[in-house]
């Protein structure tokens, strides 16, 4: 057993995890960050999901870190690929031409990007990087965790780190109950809540529905893959409320629920400058081949890109069989939702719908190589749920619904440390659940949602803040994973400089005074302008 320290250590290197790191980085302290699997960056990069972003990201709305991210894959795209002379002026560079964001990009884009954010602190000694490592036990004092057992993923020894502040930016909130942290699950009920859209009931295991994504591109030549073995069963499936079995273009509409019919045009030919990727707009999921694309082969020279590059985040590879934490056959179900992924393609391979009537695209061919898996599919699965802590504060969907806020705009809270927007977005979940999708205001993430009831050197920096499962659907996405990170690790680092617990910073007014002014330094928006939610 090998041991570590630093001045803090974050377990996860999703995006909040980065974000955590950068922040105490910045603060000139020294941190431990690890992470599972071969890439930095979470949903964006092992997860394979292009950024879900609010439709006012290039003018405010963000952290500044979070838009030197964004910057950057733009300034890569223009010194290492062979743009058009139009695309490289395109101010708002776009490179997938996607319709669900302004930056939808490969992902292996990102991780070169996070990696040359984080080499100058490699460089100095003052970051550790423990990679590919992911957490096993962890020892406790009292309301204090002393040290995190980590344990390498191929089997190659374990680690102890210790330090006097512990952020816990995992997926799914794995320290939480390693260290005996209170914690919620699932939905929460209408009697503890108040929330219109909760049930009577608490459904502690009922979570949105995971993904597994995957890339793929349309050439010539054959490229079926092997005939998945659960592929029978899936063929067969139907939810109840989906209108069609779920390997179909139909499915429910996520803001009406009437079924409805996508299409899918592989490489379409548009003009990527003329892509409308606000979602107020338009609905982008129609045709599902541009909706998540990664690489609009027109915004290269010719000849570049023999096809589009589109990433498979559709309605048909939502896995709602079961949890994948906090049940004993968790990997099984995990296992299962890569089943799922590799059965939707088999499926458009060889079975789908074509617009000329026929069946089937053999010429869809899964690019492994963009995701950097050694099964083609993503490396992670796509966790949209995690546990949460039990926090000072829960923020609550009567806090930012549109409907019950209406022009008042969400709350405003007192300890605000960032802003997000996104609508109210569950997808199907594992308690037999249709989308739940609600308009929202454009929001403010309160501190008391980052500091745990009880534990005193434990933080959330990820999707595991004091959210409910409802309002999770709103502050799950990208930018607002990022400034839950970032804020947890400029926390640690002010408690750190001034020698105090999270909990001070809160109670005490001129101490969160601050707080507040040192995020604000940093480029942290803590409030919004007057904008109308959606």
């Known amino acids: 057993m090998v041991e570590t320290s630093a001045d803090a250590v974050v377990v996860g290197g999703g995006l909040g995890g980065v974000a955590a790191a950068l922040a105490l980085l910045r603060a000139g302290r020294t941190v431990i960050l690890t992470e599972e699997h071969d890439w930095l960056g979470g949903q964006l990069t092992s997860q394979a999901v292009p950024p879900d972003e609010h439709p006012w990201v290039e003018r405010f709305g963000v952290t500044a870190s979070y838009r030197a991210l964004r910057d950057g894959i733009r300034r890569y795209y223009r010194e290492h690929y062979p743009l058009t002379e139009r695309s490289r002026a395109w101010r708002h560079l776009n490179p997938g031409a996607g319709h669900v964001s302004r930056l939808c990009h490969e992902p292996r884009v990102a991780v070169a990007v996070i990696e040359a954010m984080l080499?100058?602190?490699?460089?100095?000694?003052?970051?550790?990087?423990?990679?590919?490592?992911?957490?096993?036990?962890?020892?406790?004092?009292?309301?204090?965790?002393?040290?995190?057992?980590?344990?390498?993923?191929?089997?190659?020894?374990?680690?102890?780190?210790?330090?006097?502040?512990?952020?816990?930016?995992?997926?799914?909130?794995?320290?939480?109950?390693?260290?005996?942290?209170?914690?919620?699950?699932?939905?929460?009920?209408?009697?503890?809540?108040?929330?219109?859209?909760?049930?009577?009931?608490?459904?502690?295991?009922?979570?949105?529905?995971?993904?597994?994504?995957?890339?793929?591109?349309?050439?010539?030549?054959?490229?079926?893959?092997?005939?998945?073995?659960?592929?029978?069963?899936?063929?067969?499936?139907?939810?109840?409320?989906?209108?069609?079995?779920?390997?179909?273009?139909?499915?429910?509409?996520?803001?009406?629920?009437?079924?409805?019919?996508?299409?899918?045009?592989?490489?379409?030919?548009?003009?990527?400058?003329?892509?409308?990727?606000?979602?107020?707009?338009?609905?982008?999921?129609?045709?599902?081949?541009?909706?998540?694309?990664?690489?609009?082969?027109?915004?290269?020279?010719?000849?570049?890109?023999?096809?589009?590059?589109?990433?498979?985040?559709?309605?048909?590879?939502?896995?709602?069989?079961?949890?994948?934490?906090?049940?004993?056959?968790?990997?099984?179900?995990?296992?299962?939702?890569?089943?799922?992924?590799?059965?939707?393609?088999?499926?458009?391979?060889?079975?789908?719908?074509?617009?000329?009537?026929?069946?089937?695209?053999?010429?869809?061919?899964?690019?492994?190589?963009?995701?950097?898996?050694?099964?083609?599919?993503?490396?992670?699965?796509?966790?949209?749920?995690?546990?949460?802590?039990?926090?000072?504060?829960?923020?609550?969907?009567?806090?930012?619904?549109l409907a019950i806020r209406g022009d008042k705009g969400a709350v405003d809270y007192d300890d605000a440390v960032g802003i997000g927007m996104y609508r109210i977005d569950l997808h199907p979940s594992t308690g037999g659940d249709n989308y739940i999708d609600v308009g929202c205001s454009p929001f403010q993430i309160p501190l008391g949602a980052l500091i745990p009831q009880r534990m005193t050197n434990l933080l959330p920096a990820a999707k595991n803040i004091g959210t409910t499962h409802i309002t999770n659907g709103a502050y799950r996405l990208h930018p607002v994973e990022w400034n839950a990170g970032e804020v947890a690790g400029a926390l640690a680092a002010f408690c750190l400089e001034r020698e105090i617990p999270p909990h001070a910073v809160r109670e005490k007014e001129e101490l969160l005074a601050d707080f507040q002014d040192g995020l604000t330094r940093d480029g942290v928006e803590l409030r919004w302008p007057r904008v109308a939610g959606y």
Request: charged share 25%; with cysteine; proline share 8%.
């Open 119 to 401: 080499a100058p602190y490699r460089g100095s000694g003052r970051l550790r990087v423990l990679q590919p490592y992911r957490p096993v036990g962890a020892q406790v004092d009292g309301d204090t965790v002393t040290a995190v057992e980590l344990e390498h993923r191929n089997g190659g020894g374990r680690i102890t780190v210790c330090a006097p502040y512990v952020l816990d930016a995992t997926e799914t909130g794995e320290l939480l109950p390693l260290t005996g942290t209170e914690y919620v699950t699932g939905f929460e009920s209408q009697a503890e809540t108040g929330e219109p859209s909760a049930p009577a009931q608490a459904q502690p295991l009922n979570m949105q529905a995971v993904s597994v994504c995957f890339a793929i591109d349309h050439v010539d030549g054959d490229h079926t893959i092997e005939r998945p073995a659960s592929y029978d069963f899936w063929r067969k499936y139907q939810p109840p409320f989906w209108g069609d079995r779920l390997l179909s273009w139909r499915c429910p509409k996520p803001q009406t629920l009437e079924i409805m019919e996508r299409s899918f045009t592989p490489n379409p030919g548009d003009d990527p400058l003329l892509m409308d990727a606000d979602q107020r707009h338009s609905e982008g999921d129609l045709n599902l081949w541009t909706f998540r694309r990664i690489a609009a082969r027109r915004n290269f020279v010719t000849g570049a890109y023999a096809s589009d590059i589109t990433l498979v985040n559709w309605p048909m590879i939502d896995y709602m069989e079961g949890p994948v934490f906090d049940v004993p056959d968790a990997d099984r179900h995990l296992e299962a939702a890569r089943e799922l992924s590799r059965s939707v393609l088999y499926w458009m391979q060889t079975e789908a719908p074509r617009p000329d009537g026929g069946t089937g695209f053999p010429g869809l061919r899964l690019r492994g190589d963009v995701t950097g898996s050694a099964d083609g599919l993503a490396q992670a699965a796509y966790i949209r749920e995690s546990r949460r802590i039990r926090a000072l504060y829960t923020v609550v969907e009567q806090d930012l619904s």
